[in-house]
T-cell receptor, first 113, second 110 residues
Framework: EAGVTQFPSHSVIEKGQTVTLRCDPI?????LYWYRRVMGKEIKFLLH????????ESGMPNNRFLAERTGGTYSTLKVQPAELEDSGVYFC???????????FGPGTRLTVT | KQEVTQIPAALSVPEGENLVLNCSFT??????LQWFRQDPGKGLTSLLL?????REQTSGRLNASLDKSSGRSTLYIAASQPGDSATYLC?????????FGTGTKLQVIP
């Protein structure tokens, strides 16, 4: 069984540009989560999808961040326009249900210069 | 808001020692608690998942306990090995707004 995959593994962009991160959850997992870790800080929750619906997006930092999960399969997280403080590692996780454990992807390292 | 604290922040032990990592959380209304390890530059690897109705889970040399009412969980690692060196994180589940603690950075010295 394939695990959670994320693309790209690393992205370097300039301030003001747009970047789109992609997450493919484990097949059959309705729950999909986005987290991020900025330098030296703890991993913070961004949002939670159940199928294609946003269950909780209280962790999204501002309206420069847009997450989608069309069709309830893969998800994208777009940052537009990117700022320096957006640099960090963005993790995606999926689970079969809220009561089930979460499986994390390897993360996307985003560097904004 | 759920807050998670992990003690100690860092731990260095000689190979072969048994050790205990602690995780405390402020809101006991959780469905489960999950322990992860993170290796440098890698994602999080799930180690153990304890449901709220359980008191402990074991996998090989790892044993995790959960005391939901007091907001505590411990991860016991028996006979530590250099390959156990990593950062260990706990995640109280079923509470979407949770923030991970900063974890416990473990170094096992050969």
């Amino acid at each position: 069984e394939a695990g959670v995959t994320q693309f790209p593994s690393h992205s370097v962009i300039e301030k003001g540009q747009t970047v789109t991160l992609r997450c493919d959850p484990i097949s059959g997992h309705d729950n999909l989560y986005w987290y991020r870790r900025v330098m030296g800080k703890e991993i913070k929750f961004l949002l939670h999808f159940v199928k294609e619906s946003k269950q909780d997006e209280s962790g999204m930092p501002n309206n420069r961040f847009l997450a989608e999960r069309t069709g309830g399969t893969y998800s994208t997280l777009k940052v537009q326009p990117a700022e320096l403080e957006d640099s960090g590692v963005y993790f995606c996780a999926s689970s079969q249900g809220v009561l089930a454990g979460q499986y994390f992807g390897p993360g996307t390292r985003l560097t904004v210069t | 808001k759920q807050e998670v604290t992990q003690i100690p922040a860092a731990l260095s032990v000689p190979e072969g020692e048994n050790l205990v990592l602690n995780c405390s959380f402020t809101d006991s209304a959780i469905y489960n608690l999950q322990w992860f390890r993170q290796d440098p530059g890698k994602g999080l690897t799930s180690l153990l998942l304890i449901q709220s109705s359980q008191r402990e889970q074991t996998s090989g040399r790892l044993n995790a306990s959960l005391d939901k009412s007091s907001g505590r969980s411990t991860l016991y690692i028996a006979a530590s090995q250099p390959g156990d060196s990593a950062t260990y994180l706990c995640l109280p589940g079923g509470y979407q707004k949770v923030t991970f603690g900063t974890g416990t950075k473990l170094q096992v010295i050969p």
